[in-house]
Nanobody
Framework: QVQLVESGGGLVQAGGSLRLSCAAS????????VAWFRQTPGKEREFVAA??????YYTDSVKGRFTISRDNAKNTVYLQMNSLKPEDTAVYYC???????????????WGQGTRVTVSS
């Protein structure tokens, strides 16, 4: 059983930056691909980025602005978010799976989420 805890969300002005962290415990972290999703009220959870054992993946709307990375020694995955836009406002969740998927159904373990608000 893997437990995930996100942190780093907050309120930021458009054009600013935030770094989200996803700390994992209770499993062998290196066995998993890790993804970030985001969700706004009334919408389905949306894939943002993922990292596996050598590659990174991004949805088009964040390419060039967001960077996902992992520190296996710390069992932590980061999402560096730069040039933030109001449309990036959402609750951000991290999740793990045995392989990368861009759909929420591909992930068995989720964190509780961290809220990101980007003001215009």
């Amino acid at each position: 059983q893997v437990q995930l805890v996100e942190s780093g969300g907050g309120l930021v002005q458009a054009g600013g930056s935030l770094r989200l962290s996803c700390a994992a415990s209770g499993g062998t972290f290196t066995n998993y691909a890790v993804a970030w999703f985001r969700q706004t009220p009334g919408k389905e959870r949306e894939f943002v980025a993922a990292v596996d054992w050598g590659s990174t993946y991004y949805t088009d709307s964040v390419k060039g602005r967001f960077t996902i990375s992992r520190d296996n020694a710390k069992n932590t995955v980061y999402l560096q978010m730069n040039s933030l836009k109001p449309e990036d406002t959402a609750v951000y969740y991290c999740a793990v799976a045995l392989g990368v998927s861009t759909t929420p159904k591909g992930y068995g373990f989720w964190g509780q989420g961290t809220r990101v608000t980007v003001s215009s």
